[in-house]
Structure formats: C-alpha cells, structure tokens
C-alpha cells in the first residue's frame, strides 16, 4: 500500500517568506507526528497528533511555527517569516494509533527546505 | 545535553567486518528502538527492545538492552554494502514522544 507522502519535496524560499509543508499519512493512522532532521543527524521531535487534535507541540521551536490537522488525515506544518536557521529536511510520520512500543511510526521522504 | 548518546558518530570499514555500535544514556526506558536511514530516506525501524538484558537478532544484526534499561548496542556480523546507513536510536519520552540520538553514519566498503 501507500506509504507517506510529502509534498512539496524541495521548496526553496526567501527569507520573510511563509512555507507549508504537507504530510499525508497511511490511510488510517491515528497518529501523525513532524520532526525536524539535520543532515547526519536524527530526527527532533516538533509536535503530533491524535486524529484532528494536537496532543504535543513541545517541540516547535517558536511561534512562527505551527500545525494543523484539520480532519485528521492530512496535516499541514506552516512557517511564518522565514529565516536562514529554518533550513532542514522536516520530516512526517504516522502510526496506527499512538505511544510507546506498540506502534511503529513509518516516515515520509521529507521536505528539504533552504531559506535563502 | 543529548538525552540519548551515540558512539562511534562514525564508522567505516571494510566489507566482512564486524562492528558494534553502542547507545548510552543516564536515564531508564521502558524501550528503547533502533532505526536505519539510507541516503535520501526516512528512517525505518528495525527492533523494539522491551525487557532489561534482552537480545534480540534480525539476520545478521544483534541488539542488546542492557540490564539496567539505560543503554543498548548494535552488533553487526560480516557488515556488507547494503548496510551502509545512518543508524539511530530513539526511546519514548512520556507516552507518545519518540526522542532520537544523533545516530552512527555506517560505511561499508566493498
């Protein structure tokens, strides 16, 4: 079946800009998660979500950041006022439903995001 | 400070060899998971270690969880091409947050 898919791939913007980074998960996964990935490095927890609602968003680093979930299938991360510091690989997860061992999070290929 | 600390950050050998790469921290898990990573991809879970001293195999991958729950290794046998990745450990934090380490990039030349 389908794995997760995020769009777009590579999105080169400008500084001051705001971006939208897209996750759709596997069809039926409760659980969607974002993370933040630098190059050689693993993934840094941003926020996750029980079907439409935001369960942790600890991890987002400022208020220019933010998601949402509106129907609980696809999720959208969103960066306002972008600066330099904002360029990653942001990566999307889900799980069949949430927590711990039980349930195997399968990640997205990423979006690679520059802010020039 | 990392909560999760990985060792070596990196690793090149030849093909056939054997290596062992190792996951410490202070803290106690309730488990602790491993990952690899492949140039240009996500990464995908590889064991689940659940119970203090378990040992579990995938092929020729080994993963230990040590006694105490703070720390696990990763033994692989005749290393081949094919297992040149970046290789992570991660364990839950509270219920539903999955906190990673920097990971081992693996080099595995023929």
């Known amino acids: 079946g389908a794995g997760v898919s995020q769009s777009p791939r590579y999105k080169v913007t400008k500084r001051g800009q705001d971006v939208a980074l897209r996750c759709d998960p596997i069809?039926?996964?409760?659980?969607l998660y974002w993370y933040r990935q630098a190059l050689g490095q693993g993934p840094e927890f941003l926020t996750y979500f029980n079907y439409e609602a935001q369960q942790d968003k600890s991890g987002l680093p400022n208020d220019r950041f933010s998601a949402e979930r509106p129907e609980g299938s696809i999720s959208t991360l969103t960066i306002q006022r972008t600066e330099q510091r904002d360029s990653a690989m942001y990566r999307c997860?889900?799980?069949?439903?949430?927590?711990?061992?039980?349930?195997?999070?399968?990640f997205g290929p990423g979006t690679r995001l520059t802010v020039t | 400070t990392q909560l999760l600390e990985q060792s070596p950050q990196f690793l090149s050998i030849q093909e056939g060899e054997n290596l062992t790469v190792y996951c410490n921290s202070s803290?106690?898990?309730?488990?602790l998971q491993w990952y690899r990573q492949e140039p240009g991809e996500g990464p995908v879970l590889l064991v689940t270690?659940?119970?203090?001293?378990e040992v579990k195999k995938l092929k020729r991958l080994t993963f230990q969880f040590g006694d105490a729950r703070k720390d696990s290794s990763l033994h692989i046998t005749a290393a081949q091409p094919g297992d040149t990745g970046l290789y992570l450990c991660a364990a839950w934090i509270g219920y539903s947050t999955l906190t990673f380490g920097k990971g081992t990039m693996l080099l595995v030349s023929p």
């Open positions: 997860a889900s799980s069949l439903k949430t927590g711990r061992s039980s349930y195997e999070q399968y």
């Open positions: 069809s039926g996964h409760v659980s």
């Open positions: 803290s106690v898990f309730s488990s």
């Open positions: 270690v659940v119970t203090g001293g």
